[in-house]
Nanobody
Framework: QVQLVESGGGLVQAGGSLRLSCAAS????????MGWNRQSPGKQRELVAT???????NYADSVKGRFIISRDNAKNTVYLQMNSLKPEDTAVYYC???????????WGQGTQVTVSS
């Protein structure tokens, strides 16, 4: 079992920045890739960014050049630095971790990000 606790969401004006954190605990030695998804009202959950255990990253086209995902394995924490935020970035952001040989997914509880215009 893995527990994921997110922090860092909030309200920011367009053009501003926020940094999300996701701390993992439990059976962390079997964590593979970690990342962030987001969901806006009335929309499906979408991938934002992922980072492998080796540090390879992948981003949604909508956030490339603005968001940076990073991972501190010593602290069992993944971060999402969000810059040049837009109102369309408003969503609940969920951290996830792939775990074990079957890559079972654990999810955090979500953190709200609201970008005002």
């Amino acid at each position: 079992q893995v527990q994921l606790v997110e922090s860092g969401g909030g309200l920011v004006q367009a053009g501003g920045s926020l940094r999300l954190s996701c701390a993992a605990s439990g059976s962390i030695s079997s964590i593979n890739a970690m990342g962030w998804n987001r969901q806006s009202p009335g929309k499906q959950r979408e991938l934002v960014a992922t980072i492998s255990s080796g540090g390879s990253t992948n981003y949604a086209d909508s956030v490339k050049g603005r968001f940076i995902i990073s991972r501190d394995n010593a602290k069992n924490t993944v971060y999402l630095q969000m810059n040049s935020l837009k109102p369309e970035d408003t969503a609940v952001y969920y951290c996830y971790a792939g775990w074990g040989h079957n890559n079972y997914y654990f999810w955090g509880q979500g953190t709200q990000v609201t970008v005002s215009s």
